[in-house]
């Protein structure tokens, strides 16, 4: 027993003595935090130039793709218009139908009705949409073009950034801050959504940035409020165009005859009573000519559309762009350098006379 309880005891002095020359842990220490950069002021300046130089490129780059595109519509509404819709409105029975309805529009028109110009113009444009706008606006579709080149704009210039900040060698923390500091979304209204140059950059996707989609509504709305863009129900500078130059033609062809004619057969036949307005055999010499007349007024009416989609800028396809690239600009220090005026402006040189 004696010995049993001595040999416990040896046991647990060496266990104790193993414990004590363990070697002890070092406390873990955290790494030191990365001190701030300094950046030179001449490094920021350069950095503002830089970024404006890349918004320009950007600008550049979405405003050529968007007028690609809408040339591209263009051409395919001219061809559309070319082979559905000319063809349509020459024809012989489409040519006694719009005879009969400028007789009823004036006949039945009353106080607070719309002239028969304006009713034949939206009876026209819904013709001209159904078989011109719309199929056009499968390949190519204007209203989804201001989202496409805005889109283009910001991911050239989330690019353009990303290679800035590794050409300074500014850490990303501070280039963030920077970025933050400019303007890429600023409506009038204060109660709309706000974006930073950084919030565009950064954004994936782009759609997913409120004032965005604040800013293609608000260009949705310019459209509507001037009474641009491509509807069914809303007349066009197309079918205004073409309405107008329809009721000179009918004015000329057939003048009053075919009002005085429904107004004494109101239960007759339409078709028959524009028959009888122009005839068959007439229309068909003169068939060619009213093509050629309404190909001109497309044509002209057209370029208005053109003027309208890409060169006005409420509600332009580049709206976007645009917006986007005056709120940088804007934003940024002016880079460019004025003339030094002069105290005392320098004397006039004096030309030689002229010889006799």
């Given at each position: 027993?004696?010995?049993?309880?001595?040999?416990?005891?040896?046991?647990?002095?060496?266990?104790?003595?193993?414990?004590?020359?363990?070697?002890?842990?070092?406390?873990?220490?955290?790494?030191?935090?990365?001190?701030?950069?300094?950046?030179?002021?001449?490094?920021?300046?350069?950095?503002?130039?830089?970024?404006?130089?890349?918004?320009?490129?950007?600008?550049?780059?979405?405003?050529?793709?968007?007028?690609?595109?809408?040339?591209?519509?263009?051409?395919?509404?001219?061809?559309?218009?070319?082979?559905?819709?000319?063809p349509w409105f020459s024809g012989f029975l489409t040519q006694q139908w719009l005879t009969a309805k400028v007789a009823w529009y004036r006949l039945s028109s009353g106080d607070g009705d719309l002239p028969a110009e304006d009713r034949l113009a939206e009876y026209i444009q819904e013709?001209?949409?159904?078989?011109?706008?719309?199929?056009?606006?499968?390949?190519?579709?204007?209203?989804?073009?201001?989202?496409?080149?805005?889109?283009?704009?910001?991911?050239?210039?989330?690019?353009?950034?990303?290679?800035?900040r590794e050409q300074h060698a500014i850490p990303e923390g501070q280039f963030s801050r920077r970025l933050k500091e400019i303007h890429a979304i600023l409506l009038e209204s204060s109660a709309t959504p706000y974006a930073s140059l950084y919030d565009i950059a950064n954004a994936d996707?782009?759609?997913?940035?409120?004032?965005?989609?604040?800013?293609?509504?608000?260009?949705?709305?310019?459209?509507?409020?001037?009474?641009?863009?491509?509807?069914?129900?809303?007349?066009?500078?197309?079918?205004?165009?073409?309405?107008?130059?329809?009721?000179?033609?009918?004015?000329?062809?057939?003048?009053?005859?075919?009002?005085?004619?429904?107004?004494?057969?109101?239960?007759?036949?339409?078709?028959?009573?524009?028959?009888?307005?122009?005839?068959?055999?007439?229309?068909?010499?003169?068939?060619?000519?009213?093509?050629?007349?309404?190909?001109?007024?497309?044509?002209?009416?057209?370029?208005?559309?053109?003027?309208?989609?890409?060169?006005?800028?409420?509600?332009?396809?580049?709206?976007?762009?645009?917006?986007?690239?005056?709120?940088?600009?804007?934003?940024?220090?002016?880079?460019?350098?004025?003339?030094?005026?002069?105290?005392?402006?320098?004397?006039?040189?004096?030309?030689?006379?002229?010889?006799?």
């Amino acid at each position: 027993m004696r010995s049993t309880l001595r040999l416990l005891c040896i046991t647990t002095l060496l266990a104790l003595a193993g414990c004590a020359i363990r070697p002890t842990l070092a406390p873990r220490l955290e790494a030191p935090a990365a001190p701030s950069v300094e950046i030179t002021e001449e490094t920021w300046r350069q950095l503002d130039k830089d970024i404006h130089d890349s918004a320009v490129t950007s600008r550049d780059l979405a405003v050529r793709f968007a007028r690609r595109q809408m040339e591209d519509w263009r051409e395919r509404a001219l061809v559309r218009a070319e082979t559905h819709f000319i063809p349509w409105f020459s024809g012989f029975l489409t040519q006694q139908w719009l005879t009969a309805k400028v007789a009823w529009y004036r006949l039945s028109s009353g106080d607070g009705d719309l002239p028969a110009e304006d009713r034949l113009a939206e009876y026209i444009q819904e013709q001209y949409y159904d078989r011109v706008l719309a199929p056009v606006a499968k390949e190519v579709d204007p209203v989804a073009l201001v989202g496409q080149s805005t889109k283009l704009f910001a991911q050239h210039m989330s690019q353009c950034l990303r290679l800035l900040r590794e050409q300074h060698a500014i850490p990303e923390g501070q280039f963030s801050r920077r970025l933050k500091e400019i303007h890429a979304i600023l409506l009038e209204s204060s109660a709309t959504p706000y974006a930073s140059l950084y919030d565009i950059a950064n954004a994936d996707p782009l759609d997913s940035v409120p004032a965005y989609a604040a800013l293609l509504a608000h260009i949705r709305e310019a459209g509507i409020r001037a009474g641009i863009g491509l509807s069914k129900n809303r007349i066009s500078p197309v079918a205004r165009h073409v309405s107008e130059q329809l009721m000179t033609q009918l004015a000329v062809r057939s003048g009053a005859g075919a009002i005085s004619t429904l107004m004494g057969k109101v239960a007759g036949s339409v078709l028959s009573i524009g028959a009888s307005a122009l005839g068959i055999a007439w229309h068909q010499a003169n068939r060619e000519d009213i093509e050629m007349a309404l190909r001109i007024t497309l044509d002209d009416a057209m370029n208005d559309m053109w003027a309208i989609l890409v060169d006005s800028p409420p509600s332009a396809v580049t709206s976007g762009i645009y917006h986007l690239f005056d709120q940088i600009e804007g934003s940024l220090p002016q880079t460019t350098t004025h003339p030094v005026p002069f105290e005392t402006p320098p004397a006039a040189l004096e030309l030689p006379a002229p010889p006799d």
